[in-house]
C-alpha cells in the first residue's frame, strides 16, 4: 500500500468534546470468531483481534460515562441469501452472536439492532411502521458526533457511513453532524486464492484485508467522514 492510503501510520486524535455516541458493526462470531464460519478468519488475525481490542476498551469507557452505545448484529434468515457473499451469521448457527468480549452488552441499555443486509442504516428500518429505529436513537440522546467501529470496513462499515453521511446533508438525522470512524477499532477480512476455491466464489471475490481496509477508510474520508487512529475523551 502506498502511504496516500496507509491511516495506521501517523497518529491522528480526535477529541470527543459534545453529545457523542458510539456505534458498534457486526462484531459478532461469523465475522471476528476464528473458524466460525465461511467469512471468519481461518486462523489468529491481527487486524481482526485489534479491533475487538480497541473496541471493546472504548465500549467501556462509554458505558462507564453513561454515554449511548448502538449495536448492529448481522443476522440472516437462511433463504434470503446475500449475493455474492456465501452464507453467514444465519439465525440459530451461533455466527450471529456477538463475540465474547462484547457479551456484556447484550444486558446493558445499549441499542441492539439485528440487520439482514449489509447497510445498517436501511437494516434499521422496522417493515411494520417504517420507522428507522437508528434515527429514533440519534433523536432520542440528541447524538451530535457518532463513533463508528466495526467489521467489515469497507463493507458493512462503508455502506452505512457514506448512507449516515447523505442522510446527514439530507437533513433526516439532526442534530448529528459529524461521523468519526476510528480506524483501530475497524477491521475487513482476508480471502486469498485457496479461500475462494474452498468456498467456490469467482475470482473477483479476491479479497486483501490490508488494501481494502484502507480504501474503506479513505472512500470514507473522500465522503466527509473523519478518520482517526485516536479517540481522547
Known amino acids: 500500500m502506498g502511504n496516500t492510503i496507509d491511516f495506521s501510520t501517523n497518529p491522528v486524535s480526535f477529541e470527543i468534546n459534545e453529545r457523542c ?3 458498534i458493526i ?9 473458524g466460525a464460519g465461511n467469512l471468519a478468519p481461518l486462523k ?8 475487538i481490542k480497541e473496541t471493546t476498551n472504548l465500549a467501556k469507557l462509554f458505558n462507564d460515562k453513561s454515554m449511548p452505545i448502538a449495536l448492529f448484529l448481522d443476522n440472516h434468515e437462511d433463504d434470503r441469501p446475500e ?22 452488552l447484550i444486558d446493558s441499555d445499549a441499542l441492539k439492532i439485528k440487520k439482514d443486509c449489509i447497510n ?11 420507522e428507522n429505529v437508528f434515527i429514533t436513537w440519534i433523536k432520542k440522546h440528541q447524538i451530535k458526533t457518532l463513533i463508528v467501529t466495526g467489521i467489515c470496513t469497507d463493507i458493512c462499515v462503508l455502506d452505512f457511513v457514506l448512507t449516515c453521511m447523505s442522510a446527514i446533508n439530507h437533513q433526516i438525522i439532526n442534530p448529528l453532524n459529524k461521523v468519526v470512524v476510528f ?7 482476508h480471502m486469498d486464492a485457496n479461500d475462494i476455491q474452498r468456498l467456490k466464489l469467482d475470482e473477483s471475490m479476491i479479497h486483501d484485508q490490508e488494501t481494502y481496509h484502507n480504501i474503506g477508510l479513505k472512500i470514507m474520508q473522500m465522503r466527509g467522514a473523519i478518520i482517526t487512529n485516536k ?3
Open 120 to 130: 445498517g442504516f436501511i437494516g434499521s428500518i422496522d417493515p411494520i411502521n417504517n
Open 21 to 23: 455516541g458510539l456505534l
Open 44 to 51: 489468529a488475525n491481527l487486524q481482526v483481534e485489534n479491533m
Open 183 to 189: 480506524s483501530e477499532a475497524c477491521s475487513t477480512y
Open 26 to 34: 457486526d462484531e459478532v462470531n461469523g465475522f471476528c470468531k476464528v
Open 83 to 104: 449475493h455474492p457473499f456465501p452464507p453467514h451469521c444465519i439465525k440459530g448457527t451461533g455466527e450471529e452472536k456477538i463475540i465474547t468480549e462484547l457479551e456484556w
Open 231 to 233: 479517540i481522547k475523551f
